[in-house]
Structures are given as C-alpha cells and as structure tokens.
C-alpha cells in the first residue's frame, strides 16, 4: 500500500486539554502529525491505504471521531506560482513563463487576484494542464480533484457517508482526463 500525505485543518477541541493527543491517538490517527495553529488543529497525515480517496476518507472519520470538526483538507486548490513550483518539482521561473504564454500555450488563467500581483491558480485546473505537457503524475491530477470537492462539499455539510460515495466515483470513473 502507498503512503498518502495531506493534511486536516479541524477545530472544537481544547488543545490544553489533558488528553487532547491521546483522543487523535485513540480515534485511529497514530500516523498525523498534530499541532495548533493560528487556532486550528493541523493534523499532517502519512497514511497507508490503496488509494488516495481511501486514506482521506479513513482520515476524516478518525479525526471525527476523536471529537473535532473538519474544516478543511490541505494542500489548498488555490495555488501560487511558487506552489506551483513546488507541486510541480519545477523551478518559479519555469512555471513564470508556463503561465505567461512564453514556453507553451493554453497555460490556465488565475482564478483569483487577477489584477494583482500575486494572482492564483486552481490546483485541479493546473495539474491537468501540467499532466498533458507531462510534468505530473495522473495520481497528481486526481488527488487535486479530490481535495478540491472534498474541500466543497464539507463547506456544504454533505454527510460523510455520501462524501465517501462522491470522491470514490473519482477513482472508479477515472475522474481526470490526462
């Protein structure tokens, strides 16, 4: 089985409480990371499970179920150009011409800060970009996928279980198209 890594921003736990870790701990979440951030509680996951969706899922009920709220899942879909880079394994420069036309065409627009200087990206929409020019894997095409629904529909409230059914149709339909 592969490791997955992504992380869970939750709250509604007292991070000064006695048994604050041992509740992840117990609840299955032996292989996060946890700390407290800008008031949140990150938990850094390096989990085992077939597939992406799989350990996410897997992730989300333990972390429920030690008593904490999901908020969210990073990494975020909005992406600079320096994440970019980063996700990409390709230097800023690099991604700086992509984006301006320069070395290829069809490069995707921001979708936020656009009159800025510091504009954003959409993860998915990039790395499906990215993976047509071959500069990602298709695993990189779909994990983006699925934490950018995943990330929508827990600001919709769907219930867990029918979060699982939609991000598990991703792998079975093959969900990105390289």
Same mark, same amino acid.
């Given at each position: 089985m592969k490791v997955h890594e992504f992380t869970i921003v939750a709250s509604g736990l007292d991070p000064n409480a006695d048994e604050f870790e041992d509740r992840?701990?117990?609840?299955?979440?032996?292989?996060?990371?946890?700390?407290?951030?800008?008031?949140?509680?990150? +938990?850094?996951?390096?989990? @085992? !499970?077939?597939?992406? #969706?799989?350990?996410?899922?897997?992730? +989300?009920?333990?972390?429920? @179920? !030690?008593?904490?709220? #999901?908020?969210r899942i990073e990494p975020d879909h909005l992406v600079s150009i320096s994440d970019i880079a980063r996700r990409s394994g390709l230097t800023r420069a690099a991604i700086s011409h992509?984006?301006?036309?320069?070395?290829?065409?069809?490069?995707?627009?921001?979708?936020?800060r656009v009159t800025s200087d510091s504009p954003l990206w959409d993860w998915y929409e990039v790395s499906r970009w990215m993976r047509r020019e071959r500069h990602v894997s298709a695993d990189a095409v779909l994990e983006a996928r699925v934490v950018k629904d995943a990330n929508l529909m827990l600001g919709q409230s769907v219930p867990r279980d029918r979060l699982a059914k939609r991000l598990e149709r991703h792998i079975a339909k093959n969900a990105v198209v390289a």
């Open positions: 992840f701990f117990e609840a299955g979440c032996g292989d996060a990371t946890i700390s407290f951030q800008k008031g949140a509680v990150v +938990l850094d996951f390096a989990r @085992r !499970a077939p597939n992406f #969706v799989k350990a996410l899922v897997s992730a +989300l009920r333990d972390v429920e @179920r !030690a008593g904490a709220k #999901v908020e992509y984006s301006k036309g320069m070395r290829a065409s069809a490069f995707p627009a921001p979708v936020a």
